[in-house]
């Protein structure tokens, strides 16, 4: 294989999500938040398993800024938790909370590492559930508020802030097939809540703008979806319909287009779109200087009658059919195909053109087994393979013209990986969470060494 080099200040980091790495559940003026609720219902989370101790990264996140440092990382995404900061979600802010973060990126950057800010990772405040959550418009503005508490207080040293992760899986795995938290089964509720995500999306923005942020972005969870007959009519209409439902009812209202026509329509025939008032596309579209993508896994459809659908895709049940993942899989049970990240940055670079883009989450979970390296280490080829094929898409994208900027790999550490509990290892660091002892992985040394040659 060819040697590869990325372009002169690239960035290469590593991504972590509040509730997945902290524990400390109930310190320092913590609220509860939906996944705290949620992960104590019984039958919902892997064996019961609950964020509350974590990596126990709140008190060994000196220890973990120490290692991303040894790894050379230049930025670190990590999420900040609502309920730490607004216990309730919309009552005085919680100072305590916002010291944890304030000595956090003052660690990193002690150390050089770029923080970078998501507003939102899926651990909405309990109390805001409890007033309706995603699916009122209160939640939006409430959002908006608890930013603005956190730009005031980190606004004069971070550059780079994201106000949501994955509203794709807040609303329709939350509010639509009830996996994820708070566990709601409706369809409308669903899309009301796509809408409300991407509102508050947009008042934050705003008001994150107005008080001076540098660097504003949202992060995607974006598919690169295929058609199983690429001759097939029905399946190019599969493919359309999954692609409104997962791409373009984010990027069409967030790049200025509003929602597409279809999508209107399709959601129409579920809910009355009467939650969308006029001037919100408006506040939805505010500038965004990146796009975050993450990218895990292609989907191929057919369009068949009677098709199962995608339990995530309201609507898509009789029309279409997700053919099962082929080939090797991940322990997700997840397609490895790097050339969907190639298609996919292609493809966003094509149709919403001018905005700079970051890979914000790519990775696999994998069997790891703990001593199968030297010294007890732990050998992830598998995982170095993952990575070195997904680099190299990316790579692929940005010598055909992507304005690609950096990537960060999912995730530092071994973490709760929601529904899936402690089962799934996602981290290029394996985590003991019986003493909490953190080992590098072969992956993590091997990326160590990608980020000192800036290429592979
Ligand atoms: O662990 C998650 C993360 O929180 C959001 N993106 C996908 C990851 C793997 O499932």
Redesign the pocket.
């Known amino acids: 294989m060819s040697e590869l080099r990325f372009p002169e200040g690239f960035v290469w980091g590593a ?1 972590t ?1 509040a509730y ?1 790495i902290e524990g400390a559940a109930r310190e320092d003026g913590r609220g509860p938040s939906i996944w705290d609720t949620f992960s104590r219902t019984p039958g919902k989370v892997f064996q019961g398993h609950t964020g509350d101790v974590a990596c126990d990264h709140y008190h060994r996140y000196a220890d973990d800024v120490a290692l991303m440092a040894e790894l050379g990382l230049a930025a670190y995404r990590f999420s900040i938790a609502w309920p730490r900061i607004r216990p309730d979600g919309t009552g005085p802010v919680n100072p305590r909370g916002l010291d944890f973060y304030d000595r956090l990126v003052d660690t990193l950057l002690g150390r050089g590492i770029d923080p970078f800010v998501t507003l939102y ?2 651990d909405l405040p309990q109390a805001l559930e409890d007033r309706g959550g995603w699916t009122v418009r209160e939640t939006a503005e409430h959002f908006a508020d608890y930013a603005i508490a956190v730009h005031r207080r980190l606004g004069d040293r971070v550059r780079t802030w994201t106000t949501l ?2 509203p794709w ?1 807040s609303a329709y795995l939350g509010y639509g097939n009830g996996m994820h938290a708070p566990g709601r089964t409706d369809a409308g509720d669903a899309f009301r809540a796509v809408h409300h995500l991407l509102l508050g999306h947009g008042l934050a923005a705003r008001a994150l703008r107005a008080a001076g942020a540098e660097i504003l972005g949202i992060t995607l ?1 974006l598919a690169d979806v295929q058609p199983a007959d690429p001759d097939s009519a029905a399946d190019a209409a599969a493919v359309r319909l999954i692609d409104g439902l997962q791409n373009r009812i984010f990027l069409d209202p967030l790049t200025g287009a509003g929602y597409p026509d279809d999508v209107l329509a399709h959601l129409s025939g579920m809910v009355e779109p009467d939650f969308i008032r006029d001037g919100d596309e408006k506040l939805i579209a505010a500038p965004l200087d990146l796009l975050g993508i ?1 990218y ?1 896994s292609p989907s191929y459809v057919a369009g068949r009658p009677g098709g199962a659908g995608g339990g995530a895709y309201p609507g898509s049940e009789g029309r279409v059919e997700f053919l099962p993942p082929a080939g090797p899989l991940t322990d ?1 049970g997840w397609m490895i195909e790097p050339a969907g990240l190639t298609r996919l940055l292609e493809r966003v670079a094509a149709d919403y053109p001018g905005l700079p883009l970051v890979i914000t ?1 790519n ?1 696999a ?1 994998f069997a790891d087994r703990k001593g199968a390296g030297e010294a007890g280490g732990v050998a992830d080829g598998d995982r170095v393979a993952y990575l070195d094929g997904h680099l190299r898409a990316a790579h692929r994208a940005i010598a055909r013209g992507v304005d690609l900027r950096g990537y960060l790999v ?2 530092l550490l071994d ?4 529904a ?1 509990g402690y089962r ?1 290892r ?1 981290g290029i660091v394996h985590v003991d969470y019986l003493t909490q002892r953190r080992t590098p992985k072969e992956s993590a040394r091997w990326y160590q060494e990608v980020i000192s040659r800036n290429g592979l």
């Not at 973490?415 to 929601?418: A, D, I, L, P």
């Open positions: 991504a999500a997945q990772h899926w992760n994955e899986c969870n993450n895990y997700m989450e990775g979970a999912w995730s973490n709760f990986e929601w899936e799934k996602f």
